[in-house]
Protein backbone atom coordinates (compact mmCIF):
# COMPACT_ATOMS: atom_id res chain seq x y z
CA UNK A 1 0.00 0.00 0.00
CA UNK A 2 1.16 3.51 -0.61
CA UNK A 3 1.38 6.40 1.70
CA UNK A 4 -2.47 7.96 1.63
CA UNK A 5 -1.62 10.90 3.34
CA UNK A 6 1.14 11.47 0.32
CA UNK A 7 -0.43 14.39 -2.21
CA UNK A 8 1.26 12.69 -5.36
CA UNK A 9 -0.28 9.32 -4.78
CA UNK A 10 -2.70 8.02 -7.12
CA UNK A 11 -6.43 9.79 -6.64
CA UNK A 12 -7.99 6.37 -5.08
CA UNK A 13 -5.49 7.52 -2.40
CA UNK A 14 -5.59 11.20 -2.63
CA UNK A 15 -8.71 12.03 -1.09
CA UNK A 16 -6.86 13.23 2.39
CA UNK A 17 -4.27 15.26 0.39
CA UNK A 18 -6.05 18.46 2.32
CA UNK A 19 -8.99 18.90 4.63
CA UNK A 20 -11.93 19.06 2.39
CA UNK A 21 -13.37 22.58 2.14
CA UNK A 22 -16.60 23.33 3.78
CA UNK A 23 -19.66 22.33 1.66
CA UNK A 24 -21.43 24.85 0.15
CA UNK A 25 -25.41 24.44 0.34
CA UNK A 26 -27.74 24.76 -2.47
CA UNK A 27 -26.84 24.16 -6.30
CA UNK A 28 -27.08 28.05 -6.88
CA UNK A 29 -24.61 28.69 -4.10
CA UNK A 30 -21.92 26.40 -5.67
CA UNK A 31 -22.42 27.49 -9.14
CA UNK A 32 -21.61 30.99 -8.22
CA UNK A 33 -18.95 30.09 -5.31
CA UNK A 34 -17.23 27.99 -8.58
CA UNK A 35 -17.46 31.09 -11.23
CA UNK A 36 -16.32 33.31 -8.75
CA UNK A 37 -13.09 31.13 -7.79
CA UNK A 38 -12.77 30.02 -11.67
CA UNK A 39 -12.90 33.93 -12.68
CA UNK A 40 -10.76 35.96 -9.98
CA UNK A 41 -7.62 33.37 -10.47
CA UNK A 42 -6.95 34.52 -14.00
CA UNK A 43 -8.09 37.70 -13.73
CA UNK A 44 -5.87 38.24 -11.46
CA UNK A 45 -2.82 36.66 -13.11
CA UNK A 46 -3.99 38.74 -16.15
CA UNK A 47 -3.78 41.84 -14.46
CA UNK A 48 -0.26 40.87 -13.03
CA UNK A 49 0.67 39.56 -16.86
CA UNK A 50 -0.75 43.49 -17.78
CA UNK A 51 1.30 45.44 -15.54
CA UNK A 52 4.16 43.66 -16.15
CA UNK A 53 3.98 45.26 -20.29
CA UNK A 54 2.14 47.89 -19.17
CA UNK A 55 4.68 50.04 -21.37
CA UNK A 56 3.86 47.65 -24.45
CA UNK A 57 0.51 48.13 -24.08
CA UNK A 58 0.28 51.87 -23.73
CA UNK A 59 1.63 52.25 -27.54
CA UNK A 60 1.52 49.32 -29.89
CA UNK A 61 2.11 51.84 -32.37
CA UNK A 62 5.77 52.44 -31.81
CA UNK A 63 6.49 50.39 -28.47
CA UNK A 64 9.20 48.08 -28.83
CA UNK A 65 10.34 45.66 -25.83
CA UNK A 66 14.39 47.58 -25.87
CA UNK A 67 15.53 43.76 -24.06
CA UNK A 68 13.84 41.71 -27.02
CA UNK A 69 16.91 42.50 -29.14
CA UNK A 70 16.03 41.88 -32.57
CA UNK A 71 13.35 39.40 -31.30
CA UNK A 72 10.05 41.01 -31.29
CA UNK A 73 10.53 42.06 -34.69
CA UNK A 74 11.73 38.28 -35.54
CA UNK A 75 8.49 37.29 -33.68
CA UNK A 76 6.20 39.94 -35.82
CA UNK A 77 7.37 38.48 -38.69
CA UNK A 78 6.75 34.84 -37.58
CA UNK A 79 3.04 36.03 -36.99
CA UNK A 80 2.43 38.25 -39.88
CA UNK A 81 3.80 35.52 -42.19
CA UNK A 82 1.86 33.01 -40.76
CA UNK A 83 -1.57 34.42 -41.05
CA UNK A 84 -0.26 35.37 -44.63
CA UNK A 85 0.01 31.88 -45.30
CA UNK A 86 -2.38 30.68 -43.86
CA UNK A 87 -5.25 33.48 -45.56
CA UNK A 88 -3.41 32.88 -49.11
CA UNK A 89 -3.55 28.69 -48.74
CA UNK A 90 0.18 29.05 -48.72
CA UNK A 91 2.05 26.37 -47.17
CA UNK A 92 2.43 27.15 -43.07
CA UNK A 93 6.12 25.30 -43.26
CA UNK A 94 8.08 26.96 -45.68
CA UNK A 95 8.46 30.67 -47.19
CA UNK A 96 10.56 32.75 -49.48
CA UNK A 97 9.59 35.92 -47.84
CA UNK A 98 12.80 36.13 -45.78
CA UNK A 99 16.26 34.94 -47.54
CA UNK A 100 15.05 34.99 -50.83
CA UNK A 101 15.26 33.40 -52.90
CA UNK A 102 16.09 30.07 -51.07
CA UNK A 103 13.78 30.75 -48.51
CA UNK A 104 13.60 29.35 -44.65
CA UNK A 105 11.92 26.27 -43.02
CA UNK A 106 9.48 27.63 -40.56
CA UNK A 107 9.04 24.38 -39.08
CA UNK A 108 12.74 24.15 -38.53
CA UNK A 109 11.95 27.73 -36.43
CA UNK A 110 10.45 28.87 -33.69
CA UNK A 111 7.02 30.15 -35.42
CA UNK A 112 4.30 28.55 -33.09
CA UNK A 113 1.77 27.35 -35.27
CA UNK A 114 0.09 26.11 -31.91
CA UNK A 115 -1.03 30.18 -31.79
CA UNK A 116 0.23 31.69 -34.69
CA UNK A 117 -2.51 29.99 -37.03
CA UNK A 118 -5.67 30.01 -35.03
CA UNK A 119 -4.44 33.73 -34.29
CA UNK A 120 -3.77 34.69 -37.80
CA UNK A 121 -7.35 36.49 -38.24
CA UNK A 122 -6.40 38.60 -35.08
CA UNK A 123 -3.04 39.21 -36.71
CA UNK A 124 -4.56 39.98 -39.99
CA UNK A 125 -7.59 42.39 -38.85
CA UNK A 126 -5.31 44.18 -35.78
CA UNK A 127 -1.68 43.74 -36.56
CA UNK A 128 1.34 41.61 -35.35
CA UNK A 129 2.36 43.70 -32.95
CA UNK A 130 -1.37 42.99 -30.95
CA UNK A 131 -0.90 39.70 -31.36
CA UNK A 132 2.68 39.79 -29.62
CA UNK A 133 1.41 41.46 -27.23
CA UNK A 134 -1.53 39.17 -26.70
CA UNK A 135 0.14 36.22 -26.45
CA UNK A 136 2.86 37.23 -24.02
CA UNK A 137 0.42 38.50 -21.60
CA UNK A 138 -2.80 35.89 -22.19
CA UNK A 139 0.08 33.38 -22.39
CA UNK A 140 1.63 34.12 -18.69
CA UNK A 141 -2.00 34.36 -17.48
CA UNK A 142 -2.62 30.94 -18.98
CA UNK A 143 0.72 29.42 -18.14
CA UNK A 144 -0.05 30.84 -14.01
CA UNK A 145 -3.85 29.59 -13.93
CA UNK A 146 -2.56 25.89 -16.04
CA UNK A 147 0.13 25.71 -12.88
CA UNK A 148 -2.48 26.75 -10.05
CA UNK A 149 -5.25 24.32 -11.29
CA UNK A 150 -2.14 21.74 -10.83
CA UNK A 151 -1.10 22.36 -7.95
CA UNK A 152 -4.40 23.09 -6.55
CA UNK A 153 -5.75 19.54 -7.57
CA UNK A 154 -2.39 17.17 -6.61
CA UNK A 155 -1.00 19.66 -4.25
CA UNK A 156 -2.99 21.38 -1.84
CA UNK A 157 -6.98 22.61 -1.89
CA UNK A 158 -6.06 26.17 -0.26
CA UNK A 159 -6.30 28.45 -2.77
CA UNK A 160 -4.07 30.99 -1.37
CA UNK A 161 -1.24 28.39 -1.68
CA UNK A 162 -2.02 27.47 -4.87
CA UNK A 163 -2.05 30.63 -6.22
CA UNK A 164 1.11 31.70 -5.04
CA UNK A 165 2.40 28.75 -6.45
CA UNK A 166 1.22 29.59 -9.70
CA UNK A 167 2.57 32.87 -9.70
CA UNK A 168 6.03 31.83 -8.99
CA UNK A 169 5.84 29.11 -11.03
CA UNK A 170 5.07 31.76 -14.31
CA UNK A 171 6.84 34.66 -13.21
CA UNK A 172 10.12 33.50 -11.78
CA UNK A 173 13.03 35.77 -12.92
CA UNK A 174 14.20 33.29 -15.67
CA UNK A 175 10.56 33.83 -17.29
CA UNK A 176 10.20 37.06 -17.21
CA UNK A 177 13.50 37.11 -18.74
CA UNK A 178 12.10 35.27 -21.72
CA UNK A 179 8.89 37.64 -21.16
CA UNK A 180 11.11 40.30 -23.75
CA UNK A 181 11.41 37.88 -27.18
CA UNK A 182 10.63 34.06 -26.43
CA UNK A 183 6.35 33.78 -26.19
CA UNK A 184 7.69 29.80 -26.88
CA UNK A 185 9.71 29.33 -23.92
CA UNK A 186 6.62 31.51 -21.27
CA UNK A 187 3.10 30.46 -23.41
CA UNK A 188 3.85 27.33 -21.24
CA UNK A 189 -0.07 25.95 -20.72
CA UNK A 190 -0.11 23.46 -22.11
CA UNK A 191 2.69 21.93 -20.21
CA UNK A 192 0.31 21.72 -16.51
CA UNK A 193 -1.86 19.52 -18.79
CA UNK A 194 0.11 17.57 -20.24
CA UNK A 195 1.29 16.57 -16.28
CA UNK A 196 -2.17 15.88 -15.43
CA UNK A 197 -3.31 13.66 -17.86
CA UNK A 198 0.32 11.67 -17.48
CA UNK A 199 -0.85 11.29 -13.82
CA UNK A 200 -4.36 10.31 -14.19
CA UNK A 201 -2.75 7.57 -16.75
CA UNK A 202 -1.06 6.53 -13.50
CA UNK A 203 -4.27 6.25 -11.43
CA UNK A 204 -5.25 3.09 -13.71
CA UNK A 205 -8.84 4.47 -14.47
CA UNK A 206 -10.20 5.28 -18.66
CA UNK A 207 -6.45 5.17 -19.63
CA UNK A 208 -7.63 5.28 -23.46
CA UNK A 209 -9.57 8.37 -22.85
CA UNK A 210 -6.58 10.02 -20.94
CA UNK A 211 -4.31 8.61 -23.92
CA UNK A 212 -5.80 10.21 -26.40
CA UNK A 213 -6.30 13.23 -24.99
CA UNK A 214 -2.31 13.67 -23.79
CA UNK A 215 -1.60 12.81 -27.48
CA UNK A 216 -3.55 15.36 -28.59
CA UNK A 217 -1.69 17.51 -26.10
CA UNK A 218 2.01 16.54 -27.19
CA UNK A 219 0.94 17.51 -30.53
CA UNK A 220 -0.12 20.96 -29.64
CA UNK A 221 2.96 21.55 -27.51
CA UNK A 222 5.39 20.57 -30.57
CA UNK A 223 3.29 23.11 -32.51
CA UNK A 224 3.79 25.74 -29.61
CA UNK A 225 7.24 24.93 -28.89
CA UNK A 226 9.48 21.65 -28.69
CA UNK A 227 12.78 22.98 -26.71
CA UNK A 228 9.90 23.96 -24.00
CA UNK A 229 8.52 20.43 -24.19
CA UNK A 230 12.12 18.41 -23.86
CA UNK A 231 13.09 20.76 -21.03
CA UNK A 232 9.67 19.74 -19.37
CA UNK A 233 10.04 15.85 -20.12
CA UNK A 234 13.61 15.71 -18.74
CA UNK A 235 12.17 17.63 -15.41
CA UNK A 236 9.19 14.99 -15.26
CA UNK A 237 11.85 12.38 -15.48
CA UNK A 238 13.89 13.41 -13.30
CA UNK A 239 10.46 14.01 -11.12
CA UNK A 240 9.31 10.69 -11.63
CA UNK A 241 12.95 8.66 -11.19
CA UNK A 242 13.00 10.23 -7.74
CA UNK A 243 9.46 9.64 -6.76
CA UNK A 244 9.45 6.41 -7.90
CA UNK A 245 12.42 5.57 -5.61
CA UNK A 246 11.09 7.22 -2.53
CA UNK A 247 7.60 5.35 -3.28
CA UNK A 248 8.69 2.35 -5.41
CA UNK A 249 5.07 0.32 -4.55
CA UNK A 250 3.38 4.22 -5.82
CA UNK A 251 5.05 3.06 -9.18
CA UNK A 252 4.96 -0.34 -9.25
CA UNK A 253 1.26 0.31 -9.31
CA UNK A 254 1.35 3.44 -11.69
CA UNK A 255 3.76 1.75 -14.45
CA UNK A 256 1.40 -0.34 -16.55
CA UNK A 257 -1.32 2.13 -16.99
CA UNK A 258 1.41 4.77 -18.02
CA UNK A 259 3.43 2.61 -20.21
CA UNK A 260 -0.55 1.81 -22.08
CA UNK A 261 -1.59 5.40 -21.74
CA UNK A 262 1.79 6.94 -23.54
CA UNK A 263 1.45 4.08 -26.27
CA UNK A 264 -2.33 5.00 -26.99
CA UNK A 265 -0.74 9.44 -26.46
CA UNK A 266 2.15 7.94 -29.03
CA UNK A 267 -0.53 6.66 -31.58
CA UNK A 268 -2.36 10.17 -31.34
CA UNK A 269 0.45 12.49 -31.73
CA UNK A 270 2.86 10.95 -34.25
CA UNK A 271 0.66 10.91 -37.29
CA UNK A 272 -0.71 14.58 -36.98
CA UNK A 273 3.15 15.98 -35.84
CA UNK A 274 4.93 13.54 -38.59
CA UNK A 275 4.66 15.36 -41.97
CA UNK A 276 5.75 18.41 -40.04
CA UNK A 277 8.80 17.10 -38.13
CA UNK A 278 10.05 15.43 -41.40
CA UNK A 279 9.94 18.57 -43.18
CA UNK A 280 11.60 20.36 -40.32
CA UNK A 281 14.64 18.08 -40.02
CA UNK A 282 14.95 16.79 -43.89
CA UNK A 283 12.68 19.81 -45.81
CA UNK A 284 14.05 22.95 -48.09
CA UNK A 285 16.51 24.60 -45.78
CA UNK A 286 16.33 22.67 -42.31
CA UNK A 287 19.75 21.79 -40.51
CA UNK A 288 20.71 19.19 -38.14
CA UNK A 289 21.80 20.83 -35.31
CA UNK A 290 22.85 24.94 -33.67
CA UNK A 291 25.91 24.38 -31.96
CA UNK A 292 25.37 27.19 -29.63
CA UNK A 293 28.99 26.38 -27.57
CA UNK A 294 29.38 26.50 -24.06
CA UNK A 295 26.42 28.60 -22.58
CA UNK A 296 25.87 27.47 -18.96
CA UNK A 297 24.71 29.41 -16.00
CA UNK A 298 28.03 30.60 -13.62
CA UNK A 299 27.39 29.60 -10.67
CA UNK A 300 26.46 32.84 -8.99
CA UNK A 301 23.44 33.44 -11.18
CA UNK A 302 21.38 30.48 -9.12
CA UNK A 303 21.72 33.22 -6.20
CA UNK A 304 21.40 36.68 -7.85
CA UNK A 305 18.75 39.22 -8.56
CA UNK A 306 18.11 39.34 -12.56
CA UNK A 307 18.17 42.80 -14.29
CA UNK A 308 14.32 43.26 -14.31
CA UNK A 309 14.01 42.54 -10.40
CA UNK A 310 12.88 45.18 -7.78
CA UNK A 311 15.95 44.18 -6.43
CA UNK A 312 18.10 43.06 -9.35
CA UNK A 313 21.41 45.46 -10.53
CA UNK A 314 21.40 45.29 -14.42
CA UNK A 315 25.40 45.53 -14.37
CA UNK A 316 25.60 42.14 -11.61
CA UNK A 317 23.11 40.66 -14.03
CA UNK A 318 24.77 41.16 -17.66
CA UNK A 319 27.55 40.02 -16.32
CA UNK A 320 26.57 36.76 -15.21
CA UNK A 321 24.54 36.37 -18.27
CA UNK A 322 24.69 36.03 -22.31
CA UNK A 323 21.84 38.68 -22.32
CA UNK A 324 18.57 40.35 -20.95
CA UNK A 325 16.99 37.45 -22.58
CA UNK A 326 18.67 34.81 -21.12
CA UNK A 327 18.80 35.84 -17.47
CA UNK A 328 17.82 32.19 -17.04
CA UNK A 329 18.53 31.45 -13.30
CA UNK A 330 18.61 35.08 -10.56
CA UNK A 331 16.35 33.48 -8.02
CA UNK A 332 18.12 35.52 -5.95
CA UNK A 333 19.41 33.88 -2.33
CA UNK A 334 16.48 34.53 -0.17
CA UNK A 335 14.59 32.24 -1.95
CA UNK A 336 16.94 30.13 -2.43
CA UNK A 337 17.56 30.09 1.53
CA UNK A 338 13.82 29.77 1.86
CA UNK A 339 13.82 26.82 -0.35
CA UNK A 340 16.36 24.74 1.47
CA UNK A 341 14.32 25.95 4.77
CA UNK A 342 11.02 24.07 3.49
CA UNK A 343 12.91 21.19 2.48
CA UNK A 344 14.70 20.38 5.22
CA UNK A 345 10.97 21.31 7.46
CA UNK A 346 8.87 18.90 5.08
CA UNK A 347 11.79 16.61 4.11
CA UNK A 348 9.52 13.52 5.58
CA UNK A 349 7.24 13.92 2.31
CA UNK A 350 8.07 11.98 -0.55
CA UNK A 351 6.88 14.71 -3.08
CA UNK A 352 8.99 17.48 -1.36
CA UNK A 353 11.92 15.38 -1.72
CA UNK A 354 11.01 14.67 -5.40
CA UNK A 355 10.72 18.46 -6.07
CA UNK A 356 13.85 19.49 -4.48
CA UNK A 357 15.55 17.19 -5.99
CA UNK A 358 14.45 18.01 -8.99
CA UNK A 359 15.22 21.68 -9.00
CA UNK A 360 18.85 20.28 -7.83
CA UNK A 361 19.09 18.34 -10.74
CA UNK A 362 17.89 20.82 -13.18
CA UNK A 363 19.82 23.63 -11.78
CA UNK A 364 23.07 21.14 -11.93
CA UNK A 365 22.39 20.57 -15.65
CA UNK A 366 21.62 24.25 -16.51
CA UNK A 367 26.09 25.20 -15.31
CA UNK A 368 27.10 23.15 -18.30
CA UNK A 369 29.93 21.07 -19.15
CA UNK A 370 32.12 22.89 -17.68
CA UNK A 371 31.49 24.91 -14.15
CA UNK A 372 33.64 27.63 -13.07
CA UNK A 373 33.93 27.79 -9.93
CA UNK A 374 33.35 31.60 -8.34
CA UNK A 375 36.16 33.68 -7.77
CA UNK A 376 39.01 31.24 -9.24
CA UNK A 377 39.96 30.24 -12.96
CA UNK A 378 39.43 26.81 -12.00
CA UNK A 379 36.56 24.43 -13.43
CA UNK A 380 34.93 21.25 -13.03
CA UNK A 381 33.18 19.42 -14.85
CA UNK A 382 29.15 19.31 -14.86
CA UNK A 383 26.51 16.65 -15.09
CA UNK A 384 25.70 18.60 -18.70
CA UNK A 385 28.66 16.52 -19.94
CA UNK A 386 26.46 13.49 -20.12
CA UNK A 387 24.08 15.31 -22.45
CA UNK A 388 26.01 17.45 -24.55
CA UNK A 389 26.25 15.29 -27.73
CA UNK A 390 23.08 13.44 -27.31
CA UNK A 391 20.64 14.18 -30.47
CA UNK A 392 18.03 17.20 -29.55
CA UNK A 393 20.04 17.92 -26.29
CA UNK A 394 23.24 19.34 -28.52
CA UNK A 395 21.46 22.45 -29.68
CA UNK A 396 19.68 23.38 -26.50
CA UNK A 397 21.30 26.33 -24.49
CA UNK A 398 21.79 24.58 -21.79
CA UNK A 399 21.52 27.26 -19.13
CA UNK A 400 17.85 27.43 -19.86
CA UNK A 401 17.06 24.21 -17.55
CA UNK A 402 17.36 26.48 -14.76
CA UNK A 403 13.65 27.52 -16.18
CA UNK A 404 12.58 23.83 -14.93
CA UNK A 405 13.28 25.21 -11.15
CA UNK A 406 10.72 28.02 -10.99
CA UNK A 407 7.69 25.21 -11.40
CA UNK A 408 9.22 23.18 -8.73
CA UNK A 409 9.74 26.13 -6.66
CA UNK A 410 6.55 27.25 -6.93
CA UNK A 411 5.18 23.61 -5.55
CA UNK A 412 7.51 23.67 -2.69
CA UNK A 413 5.98 27.62 -2.09
CA UNK A 414 2.53 26.52 -2.44
CA UNK A 415 3.17 23.29 -0.08
CA UNK A 416 4.87 25.77 2.87
CA UNK A 417 1.85 27.82 2.98
CA UNK A 418 -0.42 25.30 3.12
CA UNK A 419 1.94 24.07 5.77
CA UNK A 420 1.30 27.76 7.85
CA UNK A 421 -2.28 27.75 7.21
CA UNK A 422 -2.80 24.55 8.59
CA UNK A 423 -0.82 25.15 11.93
CA UNK A 424 -2.13 28.58 12.18
CA UNK A 425 -5.59 26.13 12.11
CA UNK A 426 -4.36 23.32 14.75
CA UNK A 427 -2.99 26.42 17.15
CA UNK A 428 -6.62 27.95 16.42
CA UNK A 429 -8.81 25.33 17.33
CA UNK A 430 -6.65 22.76 19.74
CA UNK A 431 -8.43 22.44 22.95
CA UNK A 432 -5.48 23.15 25.27
CA UNK A 433 -7.19 24.82 28.19
CA UNK A 434 -6.36 28.24 26.83
CA UNK A 435 -8.90 31.01 25.75
CA UNK A 436 -9.73 31.73 22.51
CA UNK A 437 -7.91 35.15 22.28
CA UNK A 438 -4.70 33.27 22.99
CA UNK A 439 -5.20 30.66 20.36
CA UNK A 440 -6.44 33.40 17.57
CA UNK A 441 -3.36 35.07 18.66
CA UNK A 442 -1.01 31.79 18.38
CA UNK A 443 -2.63 31.44 14.83
CA UNK A 444 -2.14 34.91 13.85
CA UNK A 445 1.68 35.10 14.85
CA UNK A 446 1.99 32.07 12.80
CA UNK A 447 0.52 33.16 9.36
CA UNK A 448 1.96 36.60 9.65
CA UNK A 449 5.39 34.92 10.63
CA UNK A 450 5.37 32.98 7.68
CA UNK A 451 3.55 35.80 5.13
CA UNK A 452 7.10 37.48 6.73
CA UNK A 453 9.24 34.88 5.35
CA UNK A 454 7.56 34.73 1.82
CA UNK A 455 7.37 38.04 1.46
CA UNK A 456 10.78 37.92 2.45
CA UNK A 457 12.11 35.76 -0.37
CA UNK A 458 9.33 36.74 -2.92
CA UNK A 459 9.30 40.82 -3.28
CA UNK A 460 12.99 41.34 -4.06
CA UNK A 461 12.23 39.07 -7.05
CA UNK A 462 9.53 41.06 -8.12
CA UNK A 463 9.45 42.25 -11.90
CA UNK A 464 9.69 45.86 -13.32
CA UNK A 465 7.58 46.75 -15.86
CA UNK A 466 8.99 45.34 -18.99
CA UNK A 467 10.91 48.69 -20.52
CA UNK A 468 10.25 49.62 -24.08
CA UNK A 469 11.75 52.44 -26.62
CA UNK A 470 10.15 53.79 -29.76
CA UNK A 471 10.55 51.76 -32.88
CA UNK A 472 12.72 53.25 -35.95
CA UNK A 473 10.04 54.57 -38.69
CA UNK A 474 9.48 52.60 -41.60
CA UNK A 475 10.59 54.30 -44.61
CA UNK A 476 7.83 56.66 -46.73
CA UNK A 477 8.94 54.76 -49.63
CA UNK A 478 7.60 51.33 -48.35
CA UNK A 479 4.71 52.97 -45.93
CA UNK A 480 3.26 54.89 -49.29
CA UNK A 481 3.80 52.06 -51.37
CA UNK A 482 6.38 53.66 -53.58
CA UNK A 483 8.63 51.13 -53.74
CA UNK A 484 6.15 49.31 -56.43
CA UNK A 485 7.73 51.59 -58.81
CA UNK A 486 11.00 49.77 -58.03
CA UNK A 487 10.60 46.01 -57.40
CA UNK A 488 8.18 43.58 -59.70
CA UNK A 489 6.86 40.27 -58.79
CA UNK A 490 9.93 37.68 -58.69
CA UNK A 491 12.64 40.41 -57.47
CA UNK A 492 13.40 41.29 -53.60
CA UNK A 493 13.72 44.82 -52.31
CA UNK A 494 17.15 44.85 -50.81
CA UNK A 495 17.53 46.54 -47.35
CA UNK A 496 21.11 47.91 -46.52
CA UNK A 497 22.16 46.12 -44.81
CA UNK A 498 20.09 43.55 -45.55
CA UNK A 499 17.84 42.72 -42.15
CA UNK A 500 19.95 40.16 -39.88
CA UNK A 501 20.32 38.61 -36.09
CA UNK A 502 22.12 41.81 -35.73
CA UNK A 503 19.63 44.51 -37.35
CA UNK A 504 15.85 42.89 -38.24
CA UNK A 505 13.96 46.13 -38.35
CA UNK A 506 13.69 45.79 -41.90
CA UNK A 507 10.92 42.51 -41.27
CA UNK A 508 8.68 45.63 -40.28
CA UNK A 509 8.91 47.41 -43.73
CA UNK A 510 7.84 43.84 -45.30
CA UNK A 511 4.68 43.62 -43.28
CA UNK A 512 3.65 47.00 -43.48
CA UNK A 513 3.53 46.32 -47.30
CA UNK A 514 1.50 43.06 -47.32
CA UNK A 515 4.07 40.99 -48.05
CA UNK A 516 4.37 41.95 -51.38
CA UNK A 517 7.67 41.91 -51.51
CA UNK A 518 10.37 39.10 -50.60
CA UNK A 519 13.82 40.46 -48.40
CA UNK A 520 17.27 38.79 -49.00
CA UNK A 521 18.73 37.77 -45.84
CA UNK A 522 17.14 38.17 -42.54
CA UNK A 523 16.87 36.98 -38.85
CA UNK A 524 15.83 33.20 -38.52
CA UNK A 525 17.51 29.57 -38.47
CA UNK A 526 19.02 27.82 -41.34
CA UNK A 527 21.56 25.58 -42.84
CA UNK A 528 25.38 26.42 -43.43
CA UNK A 529 27.54 24.49 -45.50
CA UNK A 530 27.27 20.38 -47.03
CA UNK A 531 26.79 19.09 -43.40
CA UNK A 532 23.87 21.56 -43.15
CA UNK A 533 25.18 22.76 -39.55
CA UNK A 534 22.58 25.58 -38.37
CA UNK A 535 23.42 28.72 -38.31
CA UNK A 536 21.74 32.71 -37.54
CA UNK A 537 20.57 34.28 -40.34
CA UNK A 538 21.67 33.77 -44.18
CA UNK A 539 24.43 32.40 -45.49
CA UNK A 540 27.30 35.43 -45.54
CA UNK A 541 27.69 37.35 -48.72
CA UNK A 542 31.19 39.29 -49.78
CA UNK A 543 28.84 42.60 -49.91
CA UNK A 544 26.58 42.26 -47.24
CA UNK A 545 29.75 41.16 -44.90
CA UNK A 546 31.07 44.47 -46.40
CA UNK A 547 28.09 46.87 -45.93
CA UNK A 548 27.53 45.31 -42.31
CA UNK A 549 31.60 46.21 -41.72
CA UNK A 550 30.23 49.83 -42.44
CA UNK A 551 27.86 50.15 -41.12
CA UNK A 552 29.70 49.31 -37.62
CA UNK A 553 32.85 51.20 -37.93
CA UNK A 554 32.19 54.25 -40.37
CA UNK A 555 35.05 53.73 -42.29
CA UNK A 556 34.30 53.82 -46.13
CA UNK A 557 36.91 50.74 -47.68
CA UNK A 558 38.33 50.87 -50.65
CA UNK A 559 35.78 49.85 -53.50
CA UNK A 560 37.96 48.30 -56.60
CA UNK A 561 36.84 45.90 -59.71
CA UNK A 562 36.74 42.90 -57.52
CA UNK A 563 34.45 44.24 -54.58
CA UNK A 564 32.27 45.41 -57.79
CA UNK A 565 32.06 42.44 -59.63
CA UNK A 566 31.16 40.08 -56.33
CA UNK A 567 28.23 43.29 -55.36
CA UNK A 568 27.16 42.59 -58.80
CA UNK A 569 26.81 38.73 -58.61
CA UNK A 570 25.10 39.11 -55.00
CA UNK A 571 22.83 41.41 -56.60
CA UNK A 572 21.77 39.01 -59.01
CA UNK A 573 21.92 36.06 -56.60
CA UNK A 574 18.96 37.90 -54.68
CA UNK A 575 17.31 39.17 -57.68
CA UNK A 576 17.60 42.69 -56.25
CA UNK A 577 14.73 45.00 -57.76
CA UNK A 578 16.15 48.17 -55.63
CA UNK A 579 18.41 48.81 -52.56
CA UNK A 580 17.13 51.22 -50.16
CA UNK A 581 19.06 52.89 -47.46
CA UNK A 582 17.24 54.33 -44.57
CA UNK A 583 17.78 55.47 -41.04
CA UNK A 584 21.18 53.44 -40.65
CA UNK A 585 24.20 54.35 -38.27
CA UNK A 586 26.71 55.66 -40.39
CA UNK A 587 24.07 56.56 -42.92
CA UNK A 588 26.34 58.73 -45.44
CA UNK A 589 29.35 56.45 -45.27
CA UNK A 590 26.93 53.64 -46.62
CA UNK A 591 25.40 55.77 -49.38
CA UNK A 592 28.91 56.86 -50.66
CA UNK A 593 30.24 52.73 -50.34
CA UNK A 594 27.00 52.18 -52.33
CA UNK A 595 27.13 55.02 -54.92
CA UNK A 596 31.07 53.28 -55.57
CA UNK A 597 29.87 50.01 -55.57
CA UNK A 598 27.40 50.37 -57.63
CA UNK A 599 28.91 52.94 -59.99
CA UNK A 600 25.79 55.09 -59.54
CA UNK A 601 24.60 58.28 -57.32
CA UNK A 602 21.28 57.21 -55.06
CA UNK A 603 18.04 58.90 -55.31
CA UNK A 604 16.56 60.37 -52.74
CA UNK A 605 13.01 59.06 -51.93
CA UNK A 606 11.18 60.42 -49.05
CA UNK A 607 13.39 59.73 -46.13
CA UNK A 608 15.25 57.23 -47.53
CA UNK A 609 18.21 56.51 -50.64
CA UNK A 610 17.37 54.27 -53.12
CA UNK A 611 19.31 52.80 -56.21
CA UNK A 612 17.14 51.22 -59.04
CA UNK A 613 19.12 48.46 -60.28
CA UNK A 614 16.10 46.13 -61.43
CA UNK A 615 13.74 46.13 -64.13
CA UNK A 616 13.15 49.58 -63.67
CA UNK A 617 16.17 51.05 -64.53
CA UNK A 618 16.35 48.41 -67.47
CA UNK A 619 13.38 49.84 -69.12
CA UNK A 620 14.44 53.36 -68.32
Known sequence: MTNSTDPMAPRWAAEEIAPAEPAVRGRTARFFRLRRASLTVPAAYLLAALLLYINLWTDLGRAYLVDSMRDQSQWEWFFAVTAHNVLHLENPLFTTQQNFPLGVNLMA????????????????????????????????????????????????????????????????????????????????????????RSLRLAEGRQVPRHGVILGLLLAWQIFLGEEALLLAATGMLAFAAIYACLRPAVARAAFPPLVRGLAIAAAVCLPIVAY?????????????????????NP???????????LAG?????AALSLNPTEQNAFYGWPLIALTLGITVVLWDRAVVRALAGTALFTALLS????????WTDTTVPGPWWVFDRLPLFESVIESRYAMVCAPALGMLLALAWTTIAESAADARGRDDGTEERDRCHRALVIRVAGGLALGAALLPIVPKPLKTVDRPAVPSLVADGGWRSYVEPGRSLVPVPLPSPGEASALKWQIDAGFGFPLPGGYFNGPLGPDRIGIYGAVPRPTNDLLREVRNSGRIPAIGPEQQRAAREDLEFWRAGALVLSGQPHEEALRLTLERLLGQPGKRVGNAWVWDVGWASARR
Do not use: C
Not at 313 to 317: I, L, M, P, Q
Open 276 to 296: PLYWQFFGDQSYQSILHGPTG
Open 299 to 309: PLSLIEFSGRA
Open 367 to 374: LGAAVPLP
Open 313 to 317: NEDTA
Open 109 to 196: NTVMLGLSVPLAPVTALLGATVTWAVVLTGGLAATATAWYRLIRKYLTRNRTAALLGGAAAAFAPPMVSHANAHPNLVVLFVIPLIID
